[in-house]
């Protein structure tokens, strides 16, 4: 179910947290499969030879519980031991509960959009979080997030379900939108196009004719339905199968088999960004 959209709010200039309180509702290993793929192939961008000094990982936005941020922290810290995670959220409330939990090298502040911890960033995760806000606000968001990376940062951005099975991504560097990863549970769905309503908020109300996304996720039905017969070796055979498919007939499809089999799978943004709107200004600018 989709959030009723607001605008956004508060004023980082005024002292106050930029953003909007979330529902904040959330549940235990929800973030598994875009954790896999940031201490996967995006794990280099932890690297203290990479950062130049040991990196910073934030979690923005991570709930009523701070569970979620310890089991980043700990993910984070079996790829980059020396890594700091530093978990954010807007409700004072939040932010007590997880101090309660403080380890070295995992802290909690109150804060929002502006990420307000000294350094630049390495690495921030905002998920489920605005999903609330109306889609207009959604370029300005990335840009102020976007503003607190190193230059080999990556802001993650994305919805899942609530416990994980249906998820998908957008991975924004200082340059602006770099890709879309979809990763869905085996079994949990029939459809690849099942990750609808799990897109993004920059993409959510793009499925429809006209759009790349639908073209995108039509295409991947189709190529999900060609390999049926694969499914007699496993559902990921036949998900590698759809992949090479979509890619041989020119979607940019990155990575490779290895990520394929997991159920996982990442586009380049400019194959499925929108045709019209804010987010179109960004792909044309």
């Not at 990376?149 to 919805?159: A, M, S, Y």
């Amino acid at each position: 179910m989709v959030q009723k959209a607001t605008r956004l709010g508060g004023r980082s200039r005024t002292g106050r947290p930029l953003g909007n309180t979330t529902r904040g509702t959330t549940n235990p290993n929800r973030m598994r499969r875009v954790d896999r793929w940031l201490t996967g192939p995006q794990g280099w961008r932890l690297r203290p030879a990479v950062t130049g000094a040991p990196p910073i990982a934030v979690d923005l936005g991570y709930g009523a519980s701070p569970r979620t941020a310890v089991e980043f922290f700990e993910r984070i810290r079996a790829v980059s031991p020396s890594a700091r995670v530093v978990g954010i959220e807007i409700e004072p409330e939040r932010v007590a509960r997880g101090a309660a939990l403080e380890l070295e090298g995992l802290d909690f502040m109150l804060g929002g959009f502006e990420i307000p911890v000294a350094a630049q960033v390495s690495v921030i995760r905002a998920f489920n979080v605005l999903r609330q806000y109306d889609e207009a606000d959604v370029p300005g968001i990335w840009d102020t997030m976007a503003s607190r990376l190193t230059t080999t940062g990556v802001l993650i951005e994305g919805t899942c379900d609530e416990i994980g099975r249906r998820s998908s991504w957008v991975a924004v560097t200082k340059d602006g939108p770099q890709t879309l990863s979809i990763s869905l549970r085996f079994g949990a769905f029939e459809l690849p196009s099942d990750v609808a309503e799990r897109l993004p908020k920059a993409l959510i109300h793009r499925n429809i004719t006209g759009e790349r996304i639908h073209e995108f996720l039509g295409a991947a039905d189709a190529a999900w339905l060609t390999a049926s017969p694969l499914a007699t070796f496993g559902n990921s055979q036949r998900f590698v199968a759809m992949c090479r498919a979509l890619r041989e007939a020119g979607w940019p499809i990155c990575d490779s088999a290895a990520r394929w089999r997991l159920g996982e799978m990442t586009v380049l943004w400019d194959a499925v960004a929108p045709r019209s709107g804010a987010l179109a200004r960004i792909e044309e600018n």
